[in-house]
């Protein structure tokens, strides 16, 4: 144990001797020179500080190290009697190597903000130590600024991480690098300000940077190659990727480049000016474009823009000339840049498109009419800006977005629908479109500019679908405004906010093909033609929704596809007619798998039942008054029981089945005959079924 003890005094002993070995007095500079010669001082010292003083009282060289010997401390009597102990302390020349000063105390800090560093200025230097130095010596950094630099040798170097600035706090920044041969230099992401002509006197060719700042500062300078490195940078130091944004790339010599897939987003201006590049990849994790993005990528002929970006910035790919041209339009794949031609009458747009870029059609004054695809997602700003002539355009349900100033200036535009889709309206999109009369405005609409409609002082019809755009019509003082509905509560959201006119929106999963019903798994929810006399009943319907029909005391005649809607207006409507594939042709009967169901009889004296009836129902013409005769056609082969209940008055029956139909009992009283085939006569009387009629039935004449 005690010799353990020993040893761990002995090693501090050393490290302390070490130390003070390595650090000067508080009296002392130590130097080194690469001709182990001394190095020459202003004055030798004599006469520079007198007035304080203060005085160099020795200076000498031996074993390899030089030492200036003041007689006080170095640091210690403030700042105006140490400036010429630094910098100033010693001539200009090539042979000072190394420099180390004495341990400072905390009033270096006030004597360093107003020394002017120029160690610098002697080229051969490589090493200056003090306590504000680097690990290498090579930087002085004072409160993260580094202000000297020991040039000596090098032709490349990489600043220490940790600094912020480059000269901020130096009088004359220039003088830095100002001997320094540097032809390439790494600067760390950390540092965020550099002095204006901090490198002016350098001639860097390459530098490495950390963050756009630096890039850009070294850009405007024109350094020729300029590559990112640290973290955010991309594995060949060409782009600057900050939480998934390319913010910036350098494609100096390239031609073809592949977006890594760590990309989620293009930045604005990230590839401008890039003019070397024909071919760009963009992966699939991308998502959007920035504006500017591609602007001026003149040689640009090839882009792959994936299904993944739904946004793409206004001015993406202008300047981009070799880009392909199809009928006169632009394209960068999916993305139509603009119209090589403006002088176009009609254009469809190429299938597979998805964004309709700004500016696209602007002053196309000739355009009347244009194509856009199921595809196209947007509608870029100013795209069909001062396009007069355009008269007629259809947005598909598949564009999510209408930029600034889209349709500005189409003065002769008279209606236009913005699909469900479609969330917001922005700045002036539709301004001084004068002769604009009518909008059709879908239902994912929560937002619209104040000075959307600025100038369309034609309007007045426009068809809404929520509150929001109710509400912003109404503000704007429009005459005719159509609330349209989707769904049961939107209904009586209208009939909250006191809409005089309610319509369904046909696009609604539960709207009938008429736009009169809304239909819930067969249910009629919903009727809104209150003022019908007449109405046909949509296929599908099975059920009503209680007091559906509240109020359509009018309505007298329906027409209806299946038994579920009869029984429910047979005692509701004065005339009922039956339509569809199970429908007669006269609207009389329902007949389901050639079985007659139901007869709708008032008011029919006599009937011939259709010839595709093959059964009759029970009871289906009980208690028709007015039938005076029915004829049965020759292939049915049963009649349901009860079948002419209530009939006094019917006169006769006329059976053409050569084979009587099975039957019960037909109910018919003793006065009505019963015609069948000649041939069949003798059949119907032995029949089990039909003897009870035998004095009844009759050969047909």
């Known amino acids: 144990m005690l010799r353990k003890l020993l040893t761990l005094i002995l090693c501090l002993v050393a490290a302390v001797a070490t130390a003070s070995a390595q650090t000067p007095p508080d009296n002392e500079i130590w130097y080194t020179t690469t001709d182990g010669k001394k190095a020459k001082l202003i004055d030798n010292g004599s006469e520079s500080f007198n007035d304080a003083g203060f005085k160099i009282i020795s200076h000498t060289y031996s074993n390899g190290k030089g030492i200036v010997r003041a007689n006080q401390p170095i640091i210690g009597y403030g700042m105006w009697r140490c400036y010429q102990a630094l910098g100033g302390l010693f001539l200009e020349g090539d042979t ?49 600024d580094m202000v000297d630099f020991a040039p000596g040798g090098l032709t490349e170097y990489t600043l220490p991480n940790g600094i912020i600035s480059i000269g901020a706090t130096h009088s004359s920044p220039d003088k830095i690098f100002e001997k320094a041969k540097l032809t390439s230099i790494t600067i760390p992401s950390s540092v965020t300000e550099i002095a204006e002509r901090t490198f002016s006197l350098c001639n860097l060719e390459n530098v490495t940077v950390g963050n756009l700042y630096c890039y850009n500062y070294f850009a405007e300078l024109g350094v020729p190659n300029i590559t990112f490195g640290g973290y955010n940078a991309t594995a060949d130091g060409r782009g600057y990727i900050d939480n998934g944004e390319l913010k910036r790339f350098n494609a100096s010599g390239l031609t073809e480049y592949t977006i890594p897939e760590s990309v989620t987003s293009i930045g604005v201006e990230a590839f ?18 920035g504006i500017s993005a591609f602007k001026g990528c003149s040689s640009l002929t090839s882009i792959t823009i994936p299904n993944s970006v739904t ?22 794949d999916t993305y139509l840049v603009k119209a090589v031609d403006k002088s176009l009458t009609t254009y469809s747009i190429k299938p597979g498109t998805r964004f309709i870029g700004s500016y696209a059609f602007r002053s196309c004054s000739n355009l009347k009419s244009i194509t856009i695809p199921e595809s196209v997602i947007s509608i870029g700003d100013y795209a069909f800006y001062d396009c007069s002539s355009l008269k007629s355009i259809t947005i598909p349900n598949s564009v ?33 479109c004068s002769s604009l009369t009518s909008i059709t405005i879908g239902n ?23 509150k929001y755009c109710y509400d912003y019509f109404k503000n704007l003082r429009v005459s005719d405004i159509t609330f349209m509905i989707s ?20 696009n609604s999963e539960y709207a009938s093909e008429d736009g009169l019903c809304l239909i819930d798994n067969g249910e009629l929810i919903l009727f809104i033609g209150k003022n019908l006399t007449e109405y046909t009943i949509p296929e599908g319907v099975t059920s009503f929704r209680k007091d559906v029909f509240k109020g359509c005391s009018g309505l007298k005649s329906v027409k209806v596809s299946n038994k579920h809607c009869y029984d429910y207006f047979k005692d509701k409507v004065t005339n009922i007619a039956f339509y569809g594939e199970n429908a007669s042709a006269d609207g009389r009967c329902l007949i389901i ?20 009836v093959t059964k009759i129902s029970n009871g289906v013409f009980r208690n028709c008054d007015s039938l005076r005769s029915i004829t049965i056609p020759s292939d049915v082969t049963a ?18 089945a050569m084979t009587p139909p099975a039957i019960s009992d037909l109910n018919i009283v003793e006065t009505t005959l019963i015609y069948v085939p000649k041939e069949a006569v003798k059949l119907y009387k032995k029949d089990p079924n039909w003897i009870q009629y035998k004095k009844q039935i009759k050969a047909i004449k």
Do not use: M
Not at 639 to 656: K, P, R, V
């Open 96 to 144: 000072l190597e190394t420099i180390t000063f004495p341990d400072c105390t905390e009033e270096l800090e006030l004597y360093w903000d107003f020394v002017t560093y120029n160690f610098s200025k002697h080229k051969g230097i490589k090493a200056i130590n003090c306590r504000y130095s680097s690990s290498d010596g090579r930087c002085v950094i004072i409160d993260g």
């Open 272 to 289: 401008k000016g890039c003019s070397s590049l024909t071919s760009i990849t963009i992966p699939k994790s991308v998502t959007s474009i």
């Open 311 to 332: 946004s793409i910035g206004n001015d993406a790919f202008e300047g981009c000339s070799s880009l392909p041209v199809i009928d006169n339009i632009r394209y960068a």
């Open 400 to 432: 999510t977005s209408i930029g600034d100033w889209s349709f500005k200036g189409c003065s002769s535009l008279t209606s236009i629908t913005i699909p469900n889709s479609v969330t917001s309206i922005e700045w002036y999109a539709f301004k001084d």
């Open 444 to 466: 994912g609409v929560t937002s619209i500019d104040n000075y959307a409609f600025q100038g369309c002082y034609s309007l007045k019809s426009v068809k809404v679908s929520n």
């Open 487 to 506: 769904t049961l509560e939107e209904y009586e959201e209208a009939q909250k906010l006191g809409a005089t006119k309610i319509a369904i929106d046909g």
């Open 593 to 612: 798998d050639s079985e007659l169901c139901i007869f709708i009889g008032d008011n029919v004296t006599e009937y011939a039942i259709p010839q595709n």
């Open 639 to 656: 009649i349901g029981d009860q079948q002419f209940s209530g009939l006094d008055t019917l006169a006769s029956i006329t059976c053409q």
